[in-house]
C-alpha cells in the first residue's frame, strides 16, 4: 500500500522566516496531495491541495510543489506568522476511494 | 452550512466493554471516513463508507465495524476495547471521496481504563 514518509518532525522558525516540509509518497499511481494543518485541541483543517497534473499551486502565503518523477511535495509558507503555529500533515491518495494516506506531521512553531 | 458533527465529544470506557460513535456529515456529502488519530501512528485509516456501502477499510481488526445509514450519516463501533484502542476518532466527510476533498469533525477522545 502506499506509504508517506514526512520532514521534519518540528520546525522552529522565527516570524517573518520561511517553513518548508517535505513529503515523499510510494505508490505512482497516487494523483492527490493535501495538506492538513491542525491547531492544538482542533479538527484538521484541509490548507491546500494538488493534483498531479499539477506542479506548484499558491494561495497567498502558503505554496505546494510536486515533482511526480521522484514522488515527492511539498509546503512553503512565507511570511510565518504566531497563527501559523500548529500541526502540519502531507497525505497522499486518489487510487483507493476515500483514502487518504498521511504523514507523521510536523509541529511547526513560530516565534514572534 | 453545519459543519460534520461527531458525538460523544468524550468518552471513558473499561477494556472489554464496546463503544459506538456517531458522525453526521455536511449536508449534501455522501461519503464518510474514519480514522485513529494517536501521538505515535498519527492518522491511521479505518473506513469509508458512501451511500450505505463499506468501499474501503484500512488495516484494523475485525472488532472495528461500521455503518452508514440512507441520511449519510455513519457510526463506528469498537468491541472489546483493549487499552491501545485509546485514541481521538476523527470522521471526514467529502462529497463523493478524498480526492475531493475532506473536512474533519472534531472527534471523539476514547479513553479506555
Known amino acids: 500500500g502506499e506509504n508517506v514518509e514526512q520532514h521534519p518532525s518540528t520546525l522552529s522558525v522565527q516570524e517573518g522566516d520561511s517553513a518548508v516540509i517535505k513529503c515523499t509518497y510510494s505508490?505512482?499511481?497516487?494523483?492527490?496531495f493535501p495538506w492538513y494543518k491542525q491547531e492544538l485541541g482542533k479538527r484538521p483543517q484541509l490548507i491546500i491541495d494538488i493534483r498531479s497534473n499539477v506542479g506548484e499551486k499558491k494561495d497567498q502565503r502558503i505554496a505546494v510543489t510536486l515533482n511526480k518523477t521522484a514522488k515527492h511535495f511539498s509546503l512553503h509558507i512565507t511570511e510565518t506568522q504566531p497563527e501559523d503555529s500548529a500541526v502540519y500533515f502531507c497525505a497522499a491518495g486518489g487510487t483507493s476511494y476515500g483514502k487518504l494516506t498521511f504523514g507523521q506531521g510536523t509541529i511547526l512553531t513560530v516565534h514572534p | 452550512k453545519a459543519g460534520v458533527t461527531q458525538t460523544p465529544r468524550y468518552l471513558i470506557k473499561t477494556r472489554g466493554q464496546q463503544v459506538t460513535l456517531s458522525c453526521s456529515p455536511i449536508s449534501g456529502h455522501r461519503s464518510v471516513s474514519w480514522y485513529q488519530q494517536t501521538p505515535g501512528q498519527g492518522l491511521q485509516f479505518l473506513f469509508e463508507y458512501f451511500s450505505e456501502t463499506q468501499r474501503n477499510k484500512g488495516n484494523f481488526p475485525g472488532r472495528f465495524s461500521g455503518r452508514q445509514f440512507s441520511n449519510s450519516r455513519s457510526e463506528m463501533n469498537v468491541s472489546t476495547l483493549e487499552l491501545g484502542d485509546s485514541a481521538l476518532y476523527l470522521c471526514?466527510?467529502?462529497?463523493?471521496?478524498?480526492?475531493?476533498?475532506?473536512?474533519f469533525g472534531s472527534g471523539t477522545r476514547l479513553t479506555v481504563v
Open positions: 505508490d505512482s499511481a497516487s494523483n492527490y
Open positions: 471526514a466527510s467529502s462529497l463523493e471521496g478524498a480526492s475531493r476533498g475532506y473536512t
